[in-house]
């Protein structure tokens, strides 16, 4: 299981593909801000599915659920099937 | 050293980067000259690595489109009508439900005045073209690459038995045309899709199936594509709603170009569709329109619709006769007089100033020019007074029910960065039953057909390749003959006016 710190560092390694370099707090706002774009929420959504097994198909999909490194983590807490 | 001589120095050193596959130098009338560069494809799918692959880029559209038939909103949404996922730019919030209407109807009124009868949509998305023109067609073939948008469009279709029957729906990416018979449909749409292509390239490819599968006389409707001519207004116009008041010109500069770098949409110059009349004889004739509405949102100010014609039709006859509008500036009343006066005669005037995007593009020129310190308040500020001189090209579309005799149909093939728009007014007694005259419309100059397409995600490798060919210049050639500018182009646009493709 991973934990907050990977995805810290995949989040940061996506805004600074994308061109941020600002600096990144746990719960500083990734798509409803804008910082991201929907289809970088794709990306965020791969990496759960395979770091954390979490299916978005059962569970649904909001990305008010993503929005955050905070949200993410809670999310790994309450959904991961524990890869 | 002469021009002519230090150009051709400057070209060959620039053809013995890999990343170049073509390019022409010239000097004008300020120190230094500016290099256009075709860059070379193999080079550029090498620097950007596995990210920017058209099957990556697709595949992960597909998903975003998954995820969003995945939240309640989506399972709640009325049948033909989901909206979901349609958020502005502006205000990163879901665009107003009534604007979303006026923008289906508009389309789906456009759809229907070429009267199809047997139509192939690609990318149907949950089906909100599909539930309106459907109904009145024979055969309604629909395609959609992402399985959970599909299975969302047989659950509503499921409600209406009558429609489902008729309607045949596929699972299939937009390029696949396996088992569909040439000249088989009258009509193709692709309405808000090819925004999500990958490049202009597989757009190309997918035109071609649509192009093989309509038989003459039939048409393809591309609709809800983003004005590449028009992009630097749409990106610093999103940038300015955003800013906070004290944000600096220099910073929103900063974020307008970083935009563009992170543009990973599909964004296309009416110039594109205007080619496909040479590439293939069966497009006989291309009309690129302006969106109708009165909805104040990014898709009315910037997108377009283009028509490619398939065969069967007339070319327009005679070379119209277009009024300047710069010359005169009318007003709409006097564009009306105008209308009443002439009775049965066409009128043709171009060169229209675009109320819509006119604040946005006063906008542009202040931030390219201004100072760093400017704050954004004080470019607001600069804004206020701006009296809007342009028509709004809605107001135009509605003389047409004041019964004055006249159709009037737009147009923005001529692909001006100012966004301003042509229109012809057709006595309705001359259009006899044609629904769309075959009109004469100006062209654009020779240089909008150098750049047809942004390459979505690949803004910071193609700034990349500026840097690497500005260092390989500095290194091998003398200072002066180092280009002040290097602008990476489709194609290059010869003197004479002759585009290579």
């Known amino acids: 299981m991973k934990g907050k710190t990977e995805i810290h560092d995949f989040v940061r390694e996506l805004l600074t593909n994308s061109g941020d370099d600002e600096p990144l707090e746990d719960q500083d706002s990734l798509l409803i801000s804008g910082r991201l774009q929907s289809i970088d929420a794709v990306e965020i959504v791969v990496f759960l599915e395979e770091n954390f097994g979490i299916d978005f198909a059962q569970i649904g999909f909001d990305r008010e659920q993503i929005d955050s490194i905070d949200l993410i983590y809670a999310l790994t807490q309450t959904t991961a099937s524990g890869h | ?501």
């Open chain 2, 1 to 501: 050293m002469q021009d002519n001589q230090a150009q051709a120095i400057i070209e060959d050193q620039l053809r013995k980067h890999p990343g170049v596959r073509d390019t022409e130098v010239f000097f004008d009338d300020r120190d230094g000259c500016v290099a256009l560069v075709v860059p070379d494809d193999t080079y550029m799918d090498h620097i950007s690595g596995r990210a920017a692959s058209g099957a990556n880029v697709l595949s992960k559209w597909r998903k975003t489109f998954d995820l969003s038939q995945l939240t309640k909103e989506a399972a709640s949404a009325p049948v033909g009508f989901n909206t979901i996922g349609w958020n502005s730019s502006y205000t990163r919030q879901p665009i107003p439900t009534d604007e979303i209407r006026e923008w289906v109807e508009n389309t789906v009124r456009d759809i229907l005045q070429l009267a199809p009868k047997t139509v192939y949509e690609i990318g149907c998305g949950t089906g909100m073209l599909l539930m309106r023109i459907a109904p009145g067609c024979k055969r309604y073939a629909a395609a959609d690459f992402s399985p959970v948008v599909l299975n969302r469009l047989r659950e509503q279709l499921g409600t209406i038995p009558a429609l489902a029957e008729r309607v045949e729906v596929m699972e299939r990416s937009a390029d696949n045309f396996d088992g569909i018979d040439d000249d088989s449909f009258d009509t193709v749409v692709l309405n808000s899709v090819a925004q999500y292509f990958p490049s202009a390239a597989y757009l190309t490819e997918v035109l071609e199936g649509a192009i093989r599968i309509v038989k003459p006389g039939g048409h393809i409707y591309i609709g809800d594509n983003r004005s590449l001519p028009l992009l630097p207004a749409f990106e610093s116009s999103v940038e300015l709603f955003q800013a906070a008041d004290a944000m600096r010109a220099e910073d929103l500069r900063t974020r307008t170009r970083r935009r563009e770098e992170r543009e990973q949409e599909l964004v296309l110059s009416p110039a594109y569709f205007l080619t496909l009349r040479h590439r293939h004889p069966k497009v006989s004739r291309v009309d690129i329109r302006p969106l109708g509405g009165r909805a104040d949102n990014e898709m009315t100010r910037y997108r377009f619709a283009a028509i490619l014609y398939i065969g069967g039709e007339t070319k327009a006859s005679t070379q119209e006769e277009f009024l300047d509008w710069t010359e005169y500036k009318w007003t709409l009343s006097e564009i009306r007089f105008m209308l009443m006066a002439h009775g049965n005669e066409r009128i043709g005037i171009q060169h229209i100033r675009n109320s819509r995007v006119e604040k946005d593009l006063a906008a542009l020129a202040i931030l390219r020019d201004a100072d760093n310190e400017l704050s954004a308040a004080e470019l607001r500020q600069r804004l206020e007074p701006t009296p809007v001189q342009g028509i709004h090209p809605q107001d135009l579309i509605d003389l047409e029910s004041e019964g004055l005799g006249y159709s009037v149909i737009l147009s923005w093939a001529a692909c001006r960065p100012d966004g301003s728009y042509d229109a012809c007014f057709v006595p309705k007694e001359l259009r006899q039953g044609i629904t769309s005259p075959a009109i004469c419309w100006p062209e654009p100059e020779a240089r909008e057909f150098m750049r047809l397409a942004n390459a979505p995600g690949q803004g910071k490798m193609r700034n990349e390749l500026i840097a690497q060919l500005l260092t390989h210049c500095s290194q091998h050639l003398p200072p002066e003959l180092v280009p002040r500018e290097i602008t990476l182009v489709d194609s290059l646009a010869r003197p004479c006016g002759k585009i290579e493709s």
